[in-house]
């Protein structure tokens, strides 16, 4: 089935509705460069980029059972990798909210983000034409939605999961980025008791949506309804809104990332276990929400840094997500291996391939198309300057 981001009193949050400081005066003027790159890095979250890889790698596992694994045991480990992309929603309403300055026009907004999801989006698109040229899997009239990010408002699994068919989430994320600067002003001005109530209410609303629509298969009007939908996944990226701006108030008490990382997994674990309308958000929503919260409190209060190998991962998991699952069904298409160990093999290498190749993309075409779309250095705008993650799912 295609699938397809308080505080000790040193470094306290402020309670009013401001930006957080993205540099931590006390650490930076430390006075050595291990300092400064220290705080830089926590400036940045740069636990929620690494994160990220791990959120990829999930849905990754996912996809490689739907192309090439067929043990139905290794189902129970991998099927829940769906819920990866209710992490990239989550930390996609986090970030850009962490990342906001009051001051921010629309068309500013806009510009960066066609900057950052368009070149590789229109490449990954061209990769799924090409890929449905050689197996006939989807006529091209189908994937034309995608082309334009609308895919996922067509109640038809022949048309949003056609083409490449991991591009149906960016089609949820545009219209999340089209809404977020008509709303983020207003829920920036919400009382910190109203955000946390309405918090409240929308991760309930996420929570009981494929509960009471409870599709039996990965197809039909009701697993579009739950799982495609762009204003039903909505509630999930303003769920990151609401969290980021709680955060940013010192809303929350200390959470420690080591124990709610150990339940997330432990969650994760057992969800392979439970029906398939509560694998994708309604399982993994919480644990996800704790985890994005305790990852940006731990960099803030000046934990141990995430792993620079672990960050760059992250940095790279955009282009990672949009090329993986070619990879796999390319693979598929030309043999599909015997075993269950041989296809574990193939898998991991085909792992390596796709982190390889998204290296490459990240590196040599989505930053220099970035910077250039931008029209300025890439550090030139308060969101580059701060951003801990690659923000597209």
């Known amino acids: ?131 449905n040229l050689v197996t006939g899997e989807s006529p091209l009239v189908n994937q034309l939605p995608a082309l334009f990010g609308l895919q ?26 089209l809404v977020f600067p008509l709303v983020i002003g207003r829920l920036r001005g919400l009382s910190t008791r109203a955000a946390a109530v309405l918090l409240g209410c929308v991760l309930g609303a996420a929570i009981a949506w494929p509960v009471l629509l409870h599709p039996t298969s990965g197809t039909g009007v009701r697993y579009w309804l739950m799982y495609l939908f762009p204003p039903a996944r909505f509630l999930e990226f303003a769920a990151g809104i609401l969290l980021a701006l709680l955060v940013s108030r010192g809303a929350f008490g200390r959470i420690p990332l080591g124990p709610v990382s150990v339940l997330a997994a432990a969650v994760y674990l057992l969800a392979g276990w439970a029906p398939m309308h509560l694998q994708p958000v309604a399982l993994m929503l919480i644990p996800w929400a704790l985890v994005i919260v305790a990852a940006a409190q731990h960099d803030l209060a000046g934990g141990r840094p995430a792993p620079g190998w672990l960050v760059r991962l992250g940095i790279w998991s955009y282009a990672f997500y949009l090329f993986h699952q070619l990879i796999l069904k390319d693979f598929a298409f030309v043999h599909r291996p015997g075993g269950t160990l041989m296809q574990l093999v193939c898998s991991l290498v085909l792992l390596l391939v796709a982190t390889a190749l998204a290296g490459l993309l990240a590196e040599r075409v989505e930053k220099p198309l970035e910077r250039r779309l931008r029209g300025r250095p890439a550090t030139g705008s308060g969101e580059q300057r701060s951003r801990p993650a690659q923000l597209a799912p």
Request: proline content about 7%; overall charge positive; charged content about 15%.
């Open 1 to 131: 089935m295609p699938t397809a981001a308080v505080m000790p009193p040193a470094t306290a949050l402020p309670r009013d509705n401001t930006p957080l400081p993205r540099v931590l005066p006390s650490r930076a003027a430390a006075g050595s460069a291990a300092d400064a790159r220290a705080a830089k890095s926590r400036s940045r979250l740069d636990s929620l980029t690494g994160i990220r890889a791990l959120a990829a790698f999930a849905v990754f596992a996912h996809h490689a059972h739907s192309a090439l694994i067929t043990s139905p045991g290794l189902g129970h480990l991998t099927r829940q990798g769906s819920s990866g992309v209710a992490f990239f929603f989550v930390l996609s309403g986090f970030v850009l909210t962490w990342s906001s300055r009051p001051d921010d026009t629309a068309r500013s907004f806009y510009r960066r983000r066609v900057a950052r999801i368009l070149p590789l989006y229109l490449l990954a698109w061209w990769g799924g034409v090409a890929l």
């Open 152 to 177: 996922a408002w067509v109640p038809s699994d022949r048309v949003h999961f056609a083409g490449n068919a991991v591009l149906w989430s960016l089609s949820c994320e545009a219209f999340f980025y």
